[in-house]
């Protein structure tokens, strides 16, 4: 009888890791300490996540202060969470939706 291997649904967390172009975004996840929050099953949320290129137009400084400012790199952060589950597909321009460090973004 055959078993069927049954994966697990991905995180955020591990989509991140996951992937090449990422690594300035984990390794301030990491310093933040939001990596348990953003592989929290629940609730559903969405990652606008930057890119090692996004964050290499980031002048050096100010990528050095959120390193070592842990509440300011954690506001930073939040900006770039929704704590929902919205695809790219879903996205229209000009919509706001609430962030998780209680503002809003403009898509």
């Known amino acids: 009888k055959a078993e069927l291997a049954v994966e697990e649904p ?3 967390v591990d989509v991140v890791v ?3 172009d990422t690594t300035t975004l984990v390794k301030l996840a990491e310093a933040a300490k939001v990596v ?3 592989s929290a099953a629940t ?4 990652l606008f996540a930057p890119t090692d290129a996004a964050f290499a137009k980031v002048p050096t400084k100010i990528v050095k202060y ?3 400012n842990v509440t300011a790199l954690t506001q930073v952060l939040a900006y770039h969470v929704l704590l929902t589950e919205v695809l790219s597909t879903q996205l229209k ?3 706001k939706a609430a962030t ?3 503002e809003d973004i403009t898509v």
């Open 10 to 12: 991905k995180t955020i």
């Open 18 to 20: 996951g992937r090449n």
């Open 36 to 38: 348990g929050l953003l």
């Open 43 to 46: 609730p559903k949320k969405t």
């Open 66 to 68: 959120l390193e070592s």
């Open 93 to 95: 321009n000009g919509e």
């Open 100 to 102: 998780l460090e209680g």
